[in-house]
């Protein structure tokens, strides 16, 4: 900004020069009156209706159930009978193929060692199972 010297008398002059400040506030001026019609400017987007009628998906099959103990027992879909991991495979392998595929739920007893849910995680994915979920029995 300029600031005068002083006058005659030698003390300084406290007067501000405003014209560049006026300057700057018309040119900002300009600026916001051409761009404020282009932000009001509104794009039209087309949005997809929903008709809960209609369904694109498939029947569901039931999802298949997987109880793990703390000792390394498998159990399927509540068999009383323990699954050896070759018959799990197995069976991993058939509900693989259907179609559609079925939900794996896996139960994991709290004292169960990760290693054995990440093998029979590892099973499935092998397997080409891609439905997997785990359940809890919402008690600690």
């Known amino acids: ?37 282009l932000m009001s400017h509104r794009i039209t987007v087309k949005l997809p209706t929903a008709n809960p009628k ?3 998906t498939p029947p569901l099959t039931p999802p298949r159930d997987l109880a793990i103990k703390d000792d390394g027992s498998m159990y399927l879909d509540d ?4 699954i050896t991991e070759t018959e799990l495979k197995a069976k991993f392998a058939v509900f693989a193929s259907m179609s559609p595929q079925p939900e794996l739920q896996i139960r994991a007893a709290k004292d169960t060692e990760f290693k054995m849910v990440r093998k029979v995680l590892g099973d499935a994915k092998d ?3 891609v439905h997997v979920g785990f359940m809890t029995t919402g008690k600690e």
């Open 54 to 56: 209609t369904t694109d």
């Open 1 to 37: 900004m300029a600031m005068s010297s002083g006058n005659e008398s030698g003390s300084p002059m406290s007067e501000i020069n405003v014209t560049p400040l006026v300057d700057v506030m018309l040119v900002l001026l300009i600026i916001f009156m051409i761009t404020a019609p």
């Open 79 to 82: 068999d009383q009978n323990p």
């Open 127 to 129: 397997s080409g199972m």
